[in-house]
């Protein structure tokens, strides 16, 4: 088994890379997706970050408000580590419950957006970096996204610099252009890490 950190800055595109590296055969950890499931309604973690920040990060069905709650902890680094610390360890437990089910010859792909910032590439046997200029991620933002700039420009703030992440890659894709220029880069990088895993290189047929 292999086992991969993908990250990327918002608006790099790392959520694409990762969509067709599962689409090959790899069998995905997305924390984005793991953080929603955690604080669920009726969930303890739902239930932590309420004690933390109050009803009024819910909705009237009695599901978080996202955009509420973020627009909290990313203008406020404090607010941000409190609920880091609440929605973290969750992540995490559930993370490597799906990672066990995976086989000795599988390429596991834990997708996680805050990879650098909470310095994790430790617990993986290499790091991909999906890499767009920050330029380039803003526009995606606000004209893909729909955010207001300043919005988005927090959002990046909030995040470790380019350089950073950068700094901790084996790999890195490069995602600064259109999307037809990322498939080619997506099956290289799909032929290496299943090189890197002792299989095949071509997509991985699973049983049905």
């Not at 990322?182 to 290496?192: F, I, K, N």
């Amino acid at each position: 088994m292999l086992t991969v950190g993908l990250t990327g800055g918002i608006g790099a595109g790392k959520s694409e890379v990762s969509r067709r590296l599962g689409a090959l055969g790899a069998v995905v950890v997305d924390a984005d997706l793991i953080a929603r499931e955690v604080v669920a309604p009726g969930t303890d973690g739902l239930a932590a970050v309420v004690a933390e920040f109050g009803t009024d990060v819910l909705l009237p069905d009695g599901s978080l408000d996202r955009p509420k709650l973020g627009s909290v902890v990313f203008a406020d680094p404090a607010r941000l580590a409190a609920l880091n610390a609440i929605v973290h360890p969750l992540v995490g437990l559930r993370s490597a419950e799906l990672a066990g089910q995976a086989g000795p010859g599988d390429v596991v792909v834990h997708d996680v957006p805050l990879l650098t910032e909470n310095k994790l590439s430790f617990r993986y046997d290499l790091v991909v970096v999906v890499d767009a200029a920050d330029d380039t991620r803003l526009r995606r933002l606000v004209e893909l996204r729909g955010m207001a700039e300043g919005e988005a420009r927090a959002r990046m703030a909030a995040q470790s610099s380019r350089e950073e992440r950068l700094a901790i890659a084996d790999l890195v894709i490069d995602n600064d252009g259109p999307l037809e220029r990322l498939a080619p880069q997506v099956d290289t990088l799909w032929s290496e890490l299943r090189r890197r895993a002792g299989g095949p290189s071509g997509p991985t047929v699973r049983p049905a």
